[in-house]
């Protein structure tokens, strides 16, 4: 509202006051939910490793952007996964800021700590945003006594100081949903994937650390590090938990959780629970899908009707996505019903854009010069 053309001196007092009045009464009524292509979303947590154009105009025409994250830093690609990325930053740089992440295959080697703080600020100097840590470290990689490595373990402690003294975030997918260390159940949201993929299922396989031990790891990355700024992908594995997440928001001012792949958690929950959780932490709560589209991972290159289909199914899971955190009353969601939770406008915005904007310092990202 622009105050200079407020008409005090034509208008005088009685004027002044009933316009008074009205403004209160107006930020009093509840404020319209802004339209879907009109508020700038940003998922923060994408894999894109193909320049895919029916990607950018889906992008386009919907008003999203996203980051794209490199990651594991264990199974070989990462200077691929870097080269794809950094490549597709530099063509479309509002669109595809780049996470990086770090190479876990020679942790044993000498100097590991500071080898990978100097291959990090490169990333960083090429205009990387922020470093992932995926769940390989916890329940895959092993040390020299053939120990499971948690994520607090001495060994990434300069990475993390480091990490903090330049202010950059980790995005920290550690642990998993608490129904890999449960028995399979058809009715969980993540039953097709533990059954498909019985190597990230952990249910009666004692050798493996459990999801609180993991979890209390990642907590302690935040107290040793209390200025690391720590973004928990996937409700921070605690989308069993609305109370767990709060009681970590509250204690540690450093930790923000993302939703992606966990919407479908958040609409098992009451709606009035979870509406409650952005409501107290309106600042710590970003948006996410982890949609993955990973060619290099393929036995044969994609098809054009592949890429169609994938950007077709994400344009579906933007929207569903909307119709539950900013729409009203009954909707579904993969096939069931559930509460939307109509979020006010304020909270919306700083979802959808304004905190991952702060967090990864996009504006700098976004007028970058490729
Ligand atoms: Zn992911």
């Keep these: ?91 479309h740089p509002q669109l595809y800021p780049v996470t990086t992440t770090f190479d876990l295959l020679t942790r044993d080697e000498p100097a590991y700590a500071a080898r990978t703080i100097a291959a990090l600020d490169r990333a960083f100097a090429r205009g990387a945003v922020a470093v992932k840590i995926w769940k390989e470290v916890g329940i895959e990689i092993k040390n020299r006594d053939g120990k499971f490595i948690l994520p607090d373990d001495p060994l990434f402690d300069p990475i993390y100081a480091h990490l903090a003294k330049i202010g950059k975030p980790l995005h920290a997918h550690l642990a998993e949903p608490i129904d890999a260390w449960l028995p399979l159940d058809k009715d969980s949201s993540h039953y097709s994937y533990y059954s498909t993929n019985p190597q990230w299922h952990l249910y009666g396989k004692p050798e493996y650390p459990s999801h609180a031990a993991i979890i209390a790891a990642r907590d302690n990355i935040m107290k040793k590090h209390p200025t690391l700024v720590v973004v928990g992908a996937h409700l921070g594995s605690l989308e069993h938990d609305l109370e767990g997440i709060a009681e970590r928001l509250a204690r540690y001012p450093n930790f923000h959780i993302e939703v992606s792949a966990r919407t479908r958690n958040l609409t098992r929950h009451p709606a009035e629970k979870v509406r409650a959780l952005f409501e107290k932490f309106p600042d710590r709560i970003l948006y996410g899908v982890d949609a993955g589209w990973m060619p290099h991972r393929r036995d044969t290159p994609p098809t054009a009707a592949q890429r169609q289909g994938h950007v077709n199914s994400l344009e579906l899971r933007y929207r569903a996505d909307w119709d539950y955190y900013a729409g009203q009353g009954e909707t579904t969601y993969n096939n069931r019903q559930t509460e939307a939770l109509h979020l006010p406008p304020a909270i919306l915005e700083k979802f959808y854009h304004a905190n991952a904007e702060r967090l990864f310092k996009l504006d700098a990202a976004w007028k970058r010069m490729p």
């Design 1 to 91: 509202m622009n105050f200079s053309i407020f008409p005090f001196a034509r208008t005088g007092l009685a004027s002044v006051l009933a316009c008074t009045l009205g403004l209160i009464a107006a930020s009093a009524a509840a404020a319209p939910t802004p339209a879907y292509e009109k508020i700038l979303k940003i998922d923060v947590h994408s894999h894109i490793f193909e320049d895919v154009p029916a990607i950018h105009a889906l992008f386009a025409r919907i008003n999203i952007r996203t980051i794209n994250v490199c990651v594991p830093g264990g199974d070989g690609h990462l200077a691929l996964m870097d080269r794809v990325a950094f490549e597709l930053y530099g063509k």
